[in-house]
Every structure is written in structure tokens, then in C-alpha cells.
């Protein structure tokens, strides 16, 4: 079995910043990339970001410029810089990681439980 778990969010002022740390444990072969994806309330989830095992990235034009995507592929970790936060990112932000687990030749998509990230003065 694979687990995502998220930390880092909370409730910050507009123009602060916060730094979401993703953590994938279990039977674990290799992670072809990782990423970010938010949900605010009445509205679909969308990608924020994510980063490929070689580094590559990609963002939401909505975060470009404020949010950094960083991983850590010996500690399978992922994290999510967030500067310049504004009251449209709060959301549940929830990581995810494509996993290829040990003694399998398949690809699957695992989730954390999600983290709420509220701005607001």
C-alpha cells in the first residue's frame, strides 16, 4: 500500500505565504511526478502544480509567479511554496503522486487526505 500525507496549511493574512509539504510512504518501486490540486468550496478541483521526476514543472496560470513546486525524490516528498497568497486561493489542497508500487508493472494515482488552506484578514 502507498500513502500521501499532507501538512503545512492553515489560515494566513492576503500577501503571506505558506509551504504544504507532501510525504509518499508504503511499497513504493519509483514516482514518475507529483503534484498539487485544490478544490474551493461550489467549485471542481483544479491543478495548481506539479513537478516530474526530472524536474520538469508545470503551474495554473493563476499561481504563476507566487507558488513553486519543489520535490525531494530520495524522501519521496513534494512541496508547495505559496507567496503572495490571495483570498481566491483558499481551498483544500490535496497532493497526489503517480506511483508505480514494488512487485508491479502498473502506474497508479495515490492521494493525501487534503490540507485547508484559508487567506483571509
Known amino acids: 500500500q502507498v500513502q500521501l500525507v499532507e501538512s503545512g496549511g492553515g489560515l494566513v493574512q492576503p500577501g503571506g505565504s505558506l509551504r504544504l509539504s507532501c510525504v509518499a510512504s508504503?511499497?513504493?518501486?519509483?514516482?514518475?511526478?507529483m503534484g498539487w490540486y485544490r478544490q474551493a468550496a461550489g467549485k471542481q478541483r483544479e491543478l495548481v502544480a506539479l513537478?516530474?521526476?526530472?524536474?520538469?514543472?508545470n503551474y495554473a496560470d493563476s499561481v504563476k509567479g507566487r507558488f513553486t513546486i519543489s520535490a525531494d525524490n530520495a524522501k519521496n516528498t513534494s512541496y508547495l511554496q505559496m507567496n503572495s497568497l490571495k483570498p481566491e486561493d483558499t481551498a483544500v489542497y490535496y497532493c497526489?503522486?503517480?506511483?508505480?508500487?514494488?512487485?508491479?508493472?502498473?502506474?497508479?494515482?495515490?492521494w493525501g487526505q487534503g490540507t485547508q488552506v484559508t487567506v483571509s484578514s
Open positions: 513537478i516530474i521526476s526530472g524536474g520538469s514543472t
Open positions: 508504503g511499497s513504493i518501486f519509483s514516482i514518475s511526478n
Open positions: 497526489y503522486a503517480n506511483v508505480m508500487p514494488r512487485r508491479s508493472g502498473n502506474r497508479y494515482i495515490y
